[in-house]
């Protein structure tokens, strides 16, 4: 319970006329008296709090970026009309700074015996798993004095995947592939190793395509076609230790790896590919396999949205042990972590061939392009310290990919906004090279 401003100001007003026409204690009493009487009325009056019943539907999970609405049902089962304000709090996080205030709070009023419905649009700047906090809710008495107050627990929860931005590529990579595939009038013949089918031989063809036995059932030369081969198997592998947690630009390098993963994941599902995720860093974070090509991609960003980086250092070689466990069979392991030396040289070099010796390993990361900005920078005095600095960072990185690729590893550094194509374009040029 708690009183309004309209009886702070009733008793300011009051005060006026006991000091000008009856100065003392009689004037006071009279006044106050009054005005507590009203209160009381309105109190009364008022509609409880603690009977009231709450339920919510909805949404159940939002891309990060997107809006989520959330709907409150508020039903009255007693006698009286609910006149009320109501706070429908979530974390922080669930709205853009500045406007959670407006998003949360609602002007309710509900007759007796019947039910309203508020909606709360979210609009999280963060992702993983939102839960609603208490809905409080404050009634009024129809004089708008004395109020009743009182807090309920509606559960319900938001789960916000990743944004998956790097989709808008997906169309131009799936072109690529068609023609990888032998599907369009831009056919390349004889890459890949897998069957595709039988046509009439023309000048030029390799002779060695040449099916003599086909031949010989029909009057023409007929020759085999490729296609690069289906049904290979790809190891995502996120490194969420404590260099995945590095903020480039606005985001942590994990959500710029996460992107990259799941355009990888679409196109390589759509080529007839099985894909697997593992996130590791000490121990194993999230696990996805043996899911169907229309499944796969739900899953994987089912599986990223809670993943955060956590600050330790990366196991190597754990990490490699639980890999090769998850990958039994000859895969494409596209592990997505750091080139900085110190963690490469010290806890992935050393275990490197073990993965090298059985898979094909692709090794991408994130880049920080303002680390690009700072090499050109010139003027003055700092600015050419910071050139310096940053020059040299950008040859420790060159070196520690020319070490990787002395192992046989096909090393992607791009930024954010490049990584997720530039993965791509790697795993298609890995297929028709037939390398997988």
Known sequence: MALTGRAALLAALGSVPVGI????????????????????????LAAPVRRLLLTRSGDTSVRLGDTADITLTVTNPSRRPLRARLRDAWPPSSWQAGTEVEASR?????????????????????????????????????????????????????RVLPPFASRKHLPSKLARLRELDGRTSMLTRGEGTEFDSLREYVPGDDTRSIDWRATARQSAVAVRTWRPERDRHILLVLDTGRTSAGRVGDAPRLDASMDAALLLAALASR?????????YDRRVRALVQGRSAGDVLPSLVDAMAALDP??????????????????????????LTTLDAAPVEQGLLPVLAQLTRRHTVLIASVADPY????AEARGDADAVYEAAAAAQAQDERRRTAEQLRRHGVTVVDETPENLAPALADAYLALKAAGRL
Request: proline share 7%.
């Open 21 to 44: 026409l009856e100065p003392g204690w009689t004037g006071i009493l009279t006044v106050n008296g009054s005005l507590a009487l009203a209160c009381a009325c309105d109190y009364a």
């Open 106 to 158: 609602h002007l309710l009023s509900v007759p007796p015996g019947e039910r309203r419905r508020v909606t709360t649009r979210l609009r999280p700047t963060r992702r993983g798993d939102h839960q609603a906090d208490r809905v409080t809710i404050r009634s009024y008495g129809p004089l708008g004095l004395f109020t009743r107050q009182g807090a309920h627990r509606v559960p319900w929860t938001v």
């Open 271 to 279: 080529a007839g590919d099985r894909v697997a995720l593992l996130a």
């Open 310 to 335: 956590e600050l330790v250092e990366t196991d190597g070689p754990g990490l490699t042990a639980t890999a090769l466990r998850t990958a039994p069979r000859r895969s494409l392991i596209v592990l």
């Open 371 to 374: 680390i690009a900005r700072m």
